[in-house]
């Protein structure tokens, strides 16, 4: 976590380059934004002018954002300094460092802190990226001020497992308060792991609010779950647990490594978008900035590098917009029974339940 009246020291990567810097460096901007340019981002800088720009600012937990933010800078000329954390450390530090904020667009996922984070008026309003059109999926996503921008859609909840140990796993997340499934079921702890927290807000939803999930947490507690203190994908390789209960891409990406590993996606399966926001309080020169980013990110060359920069992780996600298409080994979306909490209910209530589950069943 960055101190509130600190910068934050930027890990930038520029054209291959990685390495601290506090210095500020003057990209070359080619006259007007992708947006305004209103057709592909793919452009290249032939209408290059002479004013200078500051950098972009990119915080992000993606991991296809290196590739992104690389491909984005030989597109437009715009210096793109890359920040990549997980996603619980990244979100941290916008809090952290919200009276004197450093940054011009955060990219994680999830949409419930997003949505919190524009209750305390810290995002941009008002904006949508303009080079590429959102599915039906995708404009579930978007919220009525239009105050964060959804980039792609992924799963929390589903069920992990060794088809070669388990050769049924639950179906329904009753079952994991069976004796068959006790001291064998476990997840990360949504306090340090931003992706987990939805998977609570999905459940708490569906069994009726917080009093009910928590009762329902509690009774897993007894049945010996098991909480993480690294990765729970992992410790389902080392044997730790038979069913772990993650994003759906943990699973996805190491079925390269093991063809045992399987997906299951209990209903409901919470609907857990990668989601950019752009600092509201950024000059107008960064803002500016932020939206090329946005547009470049929903063009077909963005989108081309979301689908291909992460191919055994963040890659392995259902597109929302119109035109692209999933990696091969990812399901189709109508197959999935999608759980869409409402971020600005359960976003501030993100901390209070985090707080709880640290305390009583971590």
């Not at 210096?79 to 619980?88: A, E, F, P, Q």
């Not at 006790?182 to 792991?193: E, F, I, L, R, S």
């Not at 029974?337 to 709880?356: D, M, Q």
């Amino acid at each position: 976590m960055t101190n509130k009246n600190q910068a934050p020291k930027f890990a930038s990567k520029i054209i291959g380059q990685t390495r601290l810097r506090r210095s500020i460096t003057v990209a070359m901007f080619f006259g007007t934004t992708l947006a305004a340019c209103g057709s592909s981002a793919s452009a290249t800088t032939s209408g290059t002018s002479t004013a200078a720009k500051t950098p972009l600012y990119l915080l992000s937990s993606e991991g296809y954002d290196s590739a992104e933010c690389s491909a984005f800078q030989k597109a437009t000329g715009i210096v793109c300094k890359l920040s990549d954390n997980s996603t619980g450390p990244t979100l941290a530090e916008i809090q952290a460092t919200k009276n004197n904020p450093h940054w011009g667009v955060a990219w994680t996922d999830g949409n419930a802190p997003y949505a919190a984070l524009d209750l305390q008026g810290m995002l941009l309003k008002n904006f949508e990226p303009t080079t590429g059109t959102l599915t039906s999926l995708g404009q579930k996503l978007v919220p009525p001020d239009k105050s964060y921008i959804p980039t792609g859609l992924t799963t929390a909840g589903a069920f992990i497992y060794n088809s070669a140990i388990v050769k049924t796993p639950p179906q329904t997340w009753q079952d994991l308060l069976s004796p068959q499934w006790k001291g064998k079921v476990g997840m990360n702890n949504p306090a340090v792991d931003g992706p987990s927290y939805p998977i609570l807000a999905s459940l708490f939803k569906s069994l009726g609010g917080v009093s009910q999930g928590e009762a329902f947490m509690t009774k897993l507690k007894a049945n010996g779950f098991y909480v993480s203190s690294n990765s729970i994908a992992d410790d389902l390789l080392a044997g730790k647990v038979e069913i772990a209960i993650g994003q759906n891409t943990s699973g996805l990406g190491r079925a390269f490594k093991n063809p045992n590993i399987k997906v299951y996606y209990p209903n409901p399966s919470a609907a857990l978008p990668s989601t950019m926001a752009i600092d509201g309080k950024a000059s107008a020169g960064e803002i500016a900035d932020a939206k090329a980013f946005a547009n470049f990110v929903y063009s077909p060359a963005g989108q081309k590098v979301m689908l291909s920069g992460d191919p055994q992780g963040d890659s392995q996600f259902f597109p929302i917009i119109q035109g692209s298409v999933a990696r091969s080994n990812v399901p189709a979306a109508s197959s999935i029974p999608f759980s869409f909490p409402n971020p600005y209910k359960w976003g501030p209530l993100e901390a209070s339940i985090n707080t709880w589950f640290t305390t009583n069943v971590a």
